[in-house]
């Protein structure tokens, strides 16, 4: 339990403000036109601990992206532990039994909603559009999200997916493991199209149900065996 009257529990304390404060105002306003001195007005800090913690305007942006990397792995890391615990309990170059296909479909499955989840919910606006700033012009910052759990997630998950599809080679697994995760990010990239084309005013519990279980459906197809024409 932390003692706020601490001087190590205050910092900490106003330097998570600081960052809550940067990540709404550099996604409502892009990185160049945020300005230091709305962020700490938000964090209702003085600007200059910017500079104390963070070393400035680029220190601050970065650990932005650290936050929302550590957010993302909290979400989703237990299902992608389970997923290399399945890998590594696999019996090498033999097919999969019945049971073993269904437990690994079971684990995609499992990431998907909890990626559905995280990428439509309401709280995590603000991080799915710095997401997508870098995704459109990358930084330092990408490499952050990048290295932290994107290449990490999406090897283990291209793996498990060579195994339930053994005669594809790695760029095929590799491009049917980016397929499968497009069709949840269509639901944050294309939100408004998304919306209008449904009619739907928003994405709520009933929404979220019919989402998954169509994204379901197509991921479980997806994994097939079959020959693809």
């Not at 945020?34 to 400035?56: E, K, P, T, V």
């Not at 519990?205 to 097939?224: E, G, H, M, W, Y």
Request: aromatic fraction near 6%; proline fraction near 4%; glycine fraction near 6%.
């Amino acid at each position: 339990m932390t003692d706020p009257d601490k001087p190590s529990d205050r910092g900490d304390q106003t330097r998570s403000a600081l960052v809550q404060a940067a990540m709404a105002e550099f996604s409502d306003n892009g990185y160049h036109a945020a300005s230091n001195r709305d962020i700490a007005a938000q964090a209702q800090a003085n600007q200059a601990l910017i500079g104390y913690h963070f070393g400035g305007k680029q220190g601050l942006y970065l650990a932005v992206f650290q936050f929302i990397s550590e957010q993302v792995q909290q979400h989703t890391g237990s299902v992608i532990a389970q997923m290399k615990a399945r890998l590594g309990s696999l019996p090498e170059g033999e097919p999969l039994d019945a049971e073993a296909r269904e437990a690994c479909i079971q684990l995609v499955l499992g990431l998907v909603e909890r990626m559905a989840k995280l990428f439509v919910s309401p709280l995590f606006k603000p991080a799915a559009q710095l997401i997508l700033r870098e995704q459109q012009k990358p930084t330092q910052a990408f490499d952050i999200l990048y290295e932290s759990f994107m290449r990490p997630s999406l090897q283990v998950v291209t793996a498990l997916v060579q195994r339930l599809r053994p005669k594809d080679s790695r760029e095929d697994a590799a491009l049917l493991v980016i397929t499968i995760l497009g069709q949840i990010l269509i639901f944050r990239a294309g939100r408004s199209t998304a919306l209008r084309h449904l009619a739907w005013e928003d994405i709520g519990p009933d929404q979220l149900a019919a989402i998954l279980k169509r994204v379901k459906t197509s991921t479980r197809l997806l994994l097939s065996t079959e020959d693809e024409t």
